[in-house]
């Protein structure tokens, strides 16, 4: 297969994961609704279980909320990396931002990628009213700028 027709056809898989990302997402909030009980969360965890092909997303005590299968994960088996996950569930959260941030939740609360193969987590994006959290991006070069600027504050 030539580079062309590869990165063709990992736009079509990434157009396709986005779409079932976003399914998933909008199935929570009447998952979360229906509910009997008050339960303040503080964590929406999501695994993807790679047996059986399928993303699940799981309140704090690891209840299951909803799930979902992922094809182009699927496809992938054991290939598939959890960082590839973590970033298309950042995507996935920012298309559908709005919707995510008005889900009847208590705030602060986050989402939260557990990781199959290590067993730890990963904070994918919070949702707070009172706090500004800036994506890492945004935080890369802070310390170096913040250092700058109190140089050059400094000096004058």
Do not use: H
């Not at 027709?5 to 997402?25: A, F, G, I, P, T």
């Not at 945004?138 to 109190?150: C, I, P, T, V």
């Amino acid at each position: 297969m030539r580079e062309y027709e590869k990165m063709c056809l990992s736009m079509k898989n990434s157009q396709s994961v986005l779409s079932q990302l976003q399914q998933v997402l909008r199935k929570l909030e009447p998952a979360l609704s229906s509910l009997d009980e008050f339960m303040p969360l503080t964590d929406i965890l999501f695994e993807w279980k790679a047996e059986e092909k399928v993303l699940v997303v799981c309140d704090d005590e690891e209840r299951e909320l909803v799930r979902g299968a992922i094809d182009a994960w699927a496809e992938q088996g054991e290939n598939l990396e959890e960082v590839e996950i973590a970033e298309a569930l950042r995507g996935a959260i920012a298309s559908v931002k709005a919707e995510m941030d008005s889900l009847s939740v208590l705030k602060p609360f986050a989402f939260v990628l557990m990781k199959e193969e290590s067993g730890d987590t990963e904070e994918i994006y919070r949702v707070d009213d009172e706090n500004v959290i800036l994506e890492d991006s945004l935080m890369k070069n802070l310390d170096e700028d913040l250092d700058a600027f109190w140089e050059k504050l400094c000096r004058e």
